[in-house]
């Protein structure tokens, strides 16, 4: 709390320096950094209204100086490539891995926020894996026992009730997981393991875990025999009946209690072998080919895209999307301003603005940008919505798609009759007005789901594909039925990497579906869009058109749109 004033007083002295022509100690570059600090901090309300107050002031001097030079331009953004020193990588690996570290730690918020309920068995067992691992990896058998055949586990998973864990508090929940990923990552750099052995390695390592009896707390297994031997041993040495009845007592009694303590085992084995599978699943989340999440998209270096930028370090103007960045540097620290507001660009920085956010990830002279939808807005996770919707509206093969999740509902009710799903079935669809057959679909996948809960639907579709003789369909539905699921929440990447944001505006915007451009329109609340010559379909907050050459899936909320194009 002192350190805090401190500072508050550092910054309000610094700020009137300023005010008074004279430069600050430290420079503005010290100024700057202080600045960013404090308004990150969790200042008390008192500190609060003073560094407020005092910001204010610096603001405004800032907006009465004149207005300085325009900065130098960036030279012509052509993929110019910047040439690593001789036995360095290329810096693009090193700074898609931060991006992909910036959209982990976003899903990890998320998945850990799902697994505090309840007993919490996946973060306690995550937990022993970290210890153990960390333990048996500094032994020298480690590097050779891919099967862990010499491996004995020796940290048991912690109690619900282990104060010194402290599973509750949801940020150690999210550092078990990232420490979780980062173990699994790098493990390929401790052990001569293919990069795809990652997955399977793990599992072994955490069934050792789940197979020692010590891991989960209960007490030690009874030596019945020794009982028995006991009593065997004083029936043949004539021991009174008294004598007999109470080692049969005592024998009785351990067997029960042994039997229940099996039974106790047995019910957190498989307890906790449920939840081994959830934590495997975040394995999902590793970049390919140890994963299933695509390395994020960074284009070479000296090229802009629409919402991409991977550039040298040099002062200039960056336009990202519809937003303008400035990179500046000041008393040997670079800054990257958005608004108005400039921050210091060390590692990794991220901007929100408005329902926008600026990843920027730096390494060396090289900077990458990127815009991201907000984490909590629900643009990406309706084009994932969209993108299943797009092969269920697909009048291939009438309506495969569709037909075979109608089949799934049915299959995951007990009611599915394949006659009731052939062909005939898709001459309603055709009749049906666009908007209506998607409203149909999209309930249709909702009732699906809750109907199948957190059942795999790979089995069900191929059971009904087989019956309605469409194999190849239900394996594709089953596809994205499980990319749709294991993807909250989706990325850029994830949904295919060609994702579009706009602004909502009074004028016409245009999209391009292959060769077909089609016309976005706000009329007062409402959007529509369509092309030439034909009627404009609304956009509520998703939308799934179908032209000959691809499909427009386009989410809206509020003033921000979101599209990408399937072919």
Do not use: C
């Not at 059942?455 to 990319?483: H, M, R, S």
């Not at 010559?533 to 003033?559: C, F, I, N």
Request: glycine share 6%; net charge neutral.
């Amino acid at each position: 709390m002192e350190h805090l004033a401190d500072l508050v007083d550092l910054y309000e002295y610094r700020v009137e320096d300023l005010l008074s022509g004279r430069t600050p100690k430290g420079g503005k570059g010290a100024l700057l950094k202080l600045r960013a600090f404090l308004a990150q901090a969790r200042l008390p309300g008192p500190l609060a209204k003073r560094f407020r107050q005092a910001d204010a002031r610096y603001r405004a001097l800032r907006q009465r100086e004149a207005a300085p030079p325009p900065p130098p331009e960036l030279p012509t953004l052509e993929a110019v490539p910047l040439e690593p020193p001789k036995g360095e990588e290329s810096p693009l690996k090193a700074l898609a891995l931060k991006v992909w570290r910036l959209l982990t730690e976003r899903e990890v918020r998320v998945r850990a926020k799902e697994l505090l309920a309840g007993r919490r068995e996946e973060l306690r067992l995550v937990h022993a894996f970290l210890q153990n691992f960390l333990e048996y990896k500094e032994k020298p058998e480690f590097k050779r026992d891919f099967n862990l055949s010499r491996f004995a586990p020796t940290h048991p998973i912690p109690s619900l009730s282990d104060t010194l864990v402290d599973l509750d508090d949801p940020k150690v929940a999210e550092a078990l997981l990232l420490e979780f990923l980062e173990t699994a990552l790098h493990l390929p750099q401790h052990l001569p393991l293919p990069p795809e052995e990652t997955r399977p390695y793990l599992r072994r390592f955490l069934m050792r875990i789940l197979e020692w009896d010590g891991a989960y707390g209960l007490p030690p297994k009874r030596d019945l025999l020794a009982l028995r031997r006991a009593l065997e041993e004083a029936r043949h040495l004539g021991a009174t009946e008294a004598e007999i009845a109470r080692l049969e007592e005592r024998l009785r009694r351990e067997a029960q209690e042994e039997r229940r303590r099996e039974l106790l085992l047995e019910e957190e084995r498989g307890r906790f072998r449920v939840a081994m599978e959830k934590v495997l699943a975040l394995l999902a989340l590793l970049p390919t080919p140890q994963g299933d999440t695509p390395w994020p998209r960074v284009p070479e270096v000296g090229v802009v895209e629409e919402n991409l930028a991977t550039l040298p370090l040099r002062p200039g103007r960056v336009q990202i999307g519809p937003l303008v960045l400035t990179l500046a540097q000041a008393e040997g620290a670079w800054h990257l301003g958005l608004g108005g507001e400039d921050r210091v660009l060390e590692d990794t920085l991220l901007l929100p603005f408005e329902d926008l956010e600026v990843f920027a990830v730096r390494e060396g002279e090289v900077v990458h940008l990127r815009l991201e939808a907000r984490s909590g807005l629900r643009l990406y996770e309706l084009l994932s919505e969209g993108r299943v919707l797009a092969l269920l509206l697909d009048p291939e093969r009438d309506y495969a798609h569709l037909r075979l999740l109608r089949a799934l509902s049915a299959r995951l009710k007990g009611e599915f009759r394949p006659e009731a799903f052939g062909p005939a079935l898709a001459e309603k669809y055709r009749q049906a007005p666009p908007e209506a057959l998607q409203d149909f679909a999209r309930k249709g996948l909702e009732l699906t789901l809750k109907r199948l809960g957190p059942q795999d639907p790979a089995p069900f579709l191929l059971e009904v594909g087989e019956a309605l003789g469409l194999k190849g369909e239900a394996e594709a539905l089953a596809g994205a039925l499980k990319d749709y699921l294991g993807r909250r929440p989706p990325t850029r990447e994830t949904l295919g990497g060609e994702v579009h944001l706009l602004a909502l505006t009074p004028e016409p915007q245009a999209l391009r579906v292959g060769q077909t451009v089609l016309s976005l329109r706000l009329k007062e609340d409402a959007v529509y869009v369509g092309q030439a010559a034909e009627v404009p379909r609304k956009v509520a907050d998703l939308l799934v058109y179908r032209t000959g050459e691809g499909t427009l899936v386009l989410a809206r909320e509020g003033r921000r749109v979101a599209y990408l194009v399937l072919p």
